[in-house]
């Protein structure tokens, strides 16, 4: 028995070493995706964020407002999108994001409320996603952030993902993502399939309405911060008019009367049409129609500063350390059936599987660093 | 802290590097075990650490009342079963007693919303306060009837409730097991530690790679908004949540058993591969044994259990599985599971039907299928988000519509033969206990080399094949 302990340690050292460094990439084509998505959920949700203006809302608003095109309408104001994939307008979310509101700032303060019917269905007032990522011990975010080649080395293989390359290469369509560390996500869809989400939301939203108390939370709380100064804007972000029709007809949504009770609570209630803004999958705007909403959007959310901004750096900024990576996934059927956008009325987990790639030091040589909108981007050559 | 996680990795490695300097005199060895276990439980979060601090002085005084003045033995034990059955209550079940009591205030036609008036902090449901309340209570219950005597040192007495390796998922350790261990001076041999570590690489291996592996699949398919209307979808996906509880509970009695062996403590056996069960009797002789002897032994029993006539005994039965039900969970799949398993039993108990099975050709297999089909239907509401859904999963089950086709339909080809695999590798060790075969038959001069590298090859798979999940399923309770 002596004999064996330290064999046993000292073998496992070994094989645990050597292995990171020679196991095969994974054949999955979306594990760099997933990293980079994971990091960025986490960074999202457990970075030392201040602002002056914080965007809320589900699927919609996260890949549709791109605070760093509405920062260049109004220069000076500090802007976060604070919004998550099937994510819910409910008292904990707006506590969370009034703690992201700097109350130093000189800037006034302002929360964007992007405001569809889905947001305020009772069934999805649990947060799935933004439950699951706070949950994340903190030793496992601040790896995930600040050591991800680490994390990559000894990142598992998922038995799925050979299955799946032994059997053939999938042609589903993908979905192309760009992480920003403002909180937005550039989507866009190869194939775009515009007809996608009335399918998945007719489904969906089957027996189930608007919930009368997020209604009533939401009028509150703009009451509560209107009081306070902290100025409230809410619209109902573009999609298509078909979808708004759905939405509409199967959750008794009442746009009107919600806007009126919000302007009446000293909120104000902005109004978008559809038209001149493209979708990818018939619901979630893509990446050129979100930078144009951001831009339409700005200018009713807010004056321009008069003087120059005020940022605070911290351990865990997005600004210095995570800068956005670009992915490609597919949202097929072999892996997320019913967790992968397009149509992301329900929560994306942040733990599901990744399987392992080995770690790229480096970009490679095909992909180029590209500076837009002040902020760093992966993109093809 | 979690068991698979750095921080654990960390704490385990400077625990185990000062063990063997403060176990040497009684205090510090207590003080070190009660520190140790708070910064372990308090890593969650600090706060929980006061309400296991109250449960365990309650009880604390309570023995020594009992001890100090055994005229008033009873009104002590009222005290500490009221104390700990009533934070169970507040943190765990007043959500669910206020929901249903608004939902029959509302048939009576008051609209009354209880759970808006619950403090907010009662909400929050406390990691593993099921285990240690239990374990707590065990205390005073046998210093009550005289089979143990108290001890008087509160360190000695939260080193047992709050020892960490089963602190929050239990084995839920009387203590009359282990006081007397703690109070003397742990020695541990190389056979010990050997023992150990290879409890705490099985203990691992089940969770991170084979109950972590089927996490994710289960999860997908009870959280779907539309379920499934495949059958054999449904027996793969409950199949794999049988595989994934077991390999998650086991495991984690197989780390705490390994890390307590390290230290020089024994803990009893936890699990017995409950699923070659030819009965279901057995079945809960060999599923979460410390939980099923508690009940045993502080409710059934007390209740009268079998001693009072058939249908006394039978009340007694489902009394003890609905509470045994609402001990998992503050919810109606929770006592429905807990009913099921009082159904079958009760048809058991009644029929005689595995005995009977039993003496035919091929009877063993054939129980031992019954048995599974029936723990099976159990898992079902015990996982099911609710009633109703666990009704509709269990009607498409039994309407056997749907071949391999629906399957690779609903999940696709590669993560359905992926899961088959997962079941299938946690399965071959369980078909090789149901046939009896031992250990494996492996020539003498091989067997050292092989028991070396196999933990080798379990450790490097725990990193390289783990699976997403990470907490344990136990610890909602």
């Known amino acids: 028995v002596r004999e064996r302990i330290v064999p046993v340690l000292v073998l496992s050292a070994l094989l645990v070493g050597g ?16 990293a980079a998505e994971d990091r960025f959920y986490l960074a999202k949700t457990h970075g030392p964020h201040r602002c002056d203006v914080i965007v809320l809302g589900d699927s919609r608003a996260l890949r549709g407002i791109a ?59 649990t947060n799935e996603q933004y439950a699951e990522l706070r949950a994340v011990p903190p030793d496992e975010v601040w790896l995930k952030i600040h050591r991800p080649g680490l994390v990559r080395y000894f990142q598992p293989l998922t038995p799925s993902a050979f299955i799946a390359a032994a059997l053939g290469p999938a042609n589903a369509p993908r979905t192309l993502q760009t992480f920003h560390d403002d909180g937005w996500i550039e989507s866009e869809r190869t194939p775009p399939n515009p007809e996608e989400a009335l399918a998945v939301y007719a489904k969906r939203l089957r027996g189930r309405s608007v919930d009368a108390g997020l209604v009533d939370a939401l009028v509150e709380r703009t009451v509560r911060w209107s009081e306070r100064g902290i100025r409230v804007f809410a619209f109902r972000p573009p999609t298509t008019d078909a979808v708004v029709a759905l939405e509409d007809r199967m959750t008794g949504f009442d746009e009107e009367a919600l ?64 800068p956005p990576v670009r992915g490609s996934g597919s949202p097929g059927p072999s892996r997320f059936p019913k967790e992968h956008p397009p149509c992301c009325d329900r929560p994306v987990s942040s733990s599901r599987p990744l399987s392992r790639r080995r770690l790229r030091p480096s970009p490679p040589a095909t992909w180029r660093w590209r500076t837009s909108s002040g902020s760093t981007t992966w993109t093809t050559a | 802290m979690l068991f698979p996680s750095v921080a654990f990795l960390v704490f385990a490695a400077v625990f185990y590097l000062l063990w063997p300097v403060a176990r040497r005199r009684e205090n510090v060895r207590y003080a070190y075990l009660v520190g140790a ?27 020594l009342g009992m001890r100090g003045r055994p005229g008033a033995r009873k009104a002590w034990l009222a005290l500490s079963v009221a104390g700990n059955v009533g934070s169970l209550a507040a943190f765990k079940y007043s959500g669910f007693l206020a929901e249903n009591l608004s939902g029959l205030l509302a048939l009576a036609g008051m609209d009354v919303d209880l759970t808006a008036a619950l403090p907010r902090f009662v909400l929050i449901l406390p990691v593993g306060i099921s285990f240690y309340t239990f374990q707590s209570m065990s205390y005073t219950i046998d210093v009550y009837r005289g089979r143990l005597e108290p001890t008087r040192n509160p360190l000695h007495f939260f080193a047992y409730l709050a020892l960490f390796p089963q602190l929050v998922a239990g084995p839920i350790v009387r203590a009359s097991e282990l006081l007397p261990q703690l109070r003397r001076p742990p020695r541990t041999t190389e056979a010990d530690r050997w023992a150990g570590l290879r409890r705490i690489v099985h203990g691992f291996f089940k969770k991170m790679v084979l109950a972590d592996g089927l996490a994710w699949f289960v999860a997908d398919a009870f959280g779907a908004v539309e379920p499934s209307v495949s059958s054999l979808y449904w027996w793969l996906i409950t199949t ?40 279901l009797r057995e079945f809960w002789a060999r599923w979460h044994i410390s939980l099923s002897t508690w009940f045993r032994d502080y409710l059934y029993l007390p209740l009268g259990g079998s001693r009072r006539g058939p249908l006394r005994s039978a009340v007694n039965l489902w009394i003890t599985m609905l509470v045994s039900g609402l001990w ?24 005689r039907w595995p005995e009977r099975l039993r003496g035919v050709t091929g009877g063993r297999l054939a129980a031992t299928a ?36 629906s399957v690779r339909a609903e999940m696709g080809g590669s993560d359905a033969l992926a899961v088959v695999l997962l079941i299938l590798a946690a399965a071959s060790r369980e078909a090789w206990i149901w046939l009896g075969l031992g250990r494996p038959p492996l020539p003498e001069r091989l067997r050292a080399p092989v028991e070396t590298v196999a933990p080798s090859l379990m450790i490097a798979a725990c990193v390289y094949l783990r699976g997403p999940g990470s907490a344990f399923i136990y610890f909602q309770f």
Request: with cysteine; proline share 5%; hydrophobic share 45%.
């Open chain 2, 370 to 405: 019954l048995v599974l089909a029936q723990v099976w239907v159990g898992w079902v509401f015990f996982r099911a988000e609710s009633a109703a859904q666990a009704v509709r999963i269990l009607r498409t089950m039994f309407s056997f519509s749907g071949g391999p086709a």
């Open chain 1, 67 to 125: 605070p760093s095109e509405m920062e260049e309408v109004l220069p000076g104001r500090r802007i976060f999108n604070f919004a998550y994939n099937a994510g819910s307008l409910n008292p904990e979310m707006y506590r969370e994001a009034e703690k992201r509101l700097d109350p130093r700032s000189d800037e006034p303060a302002a929360v964007l409320l992007a405001v569809t019917p889905l947001s305020l269905l009772g069934w999805k007032a």
């Open chain 2, 37 to 63: 276990s708070f910064l372990f439980y308090g890593w969650w979060d600090w706060r929980f650490l006061f309400l296991i601090l109250a449960s365990g002085i309650l009880d604390f005084v309570a023995g």
């Open chain 1, 259 to 322: 806007a009126r009770r919000v302007e009446e609570a000293g909120g104000r209630w902005l109004r978008f049409g559809n038209d001149g803004y493209g979708t990818y999958d018939g619901s979630h705007l893509d990446r050129e129609s979100a930078r144009r909403f951001s831009r339409d959007l700005a200018p009713g959310s807010g004056t321009p500063a008069e003087s120059g901004c005020r940022r605070r750096s911290a351990s865990l900024s997005f600004r210095r350390s995570t």
């Open chain 2, 328 to 351: 998992h969970g503050a919810a109606w799949t929770f006592l429905l599971w807990g009913g099921c398993h009082a159904l079958f039993l009760s048809m058991e108990r009644l029929t």
């Open chain 1, 19 to 34: 292995l990171g460094a020679l196991l095969p990439a994974s054949p999955d084509p979306e594990d760099e995706a997933l």
């Open chain 2, 240 to 279: 794999a949540f049988a595989v994934q509880i077991y390999c998650d509970f086991s495991g984690y009695s197989d780390i705490a058993r390994g890390l307590a062996r390290w230290m020089g403590y024994d803990f009893l056996e936890n699990f017995n591969h409950p699923y070659v069960s030819s009965s």
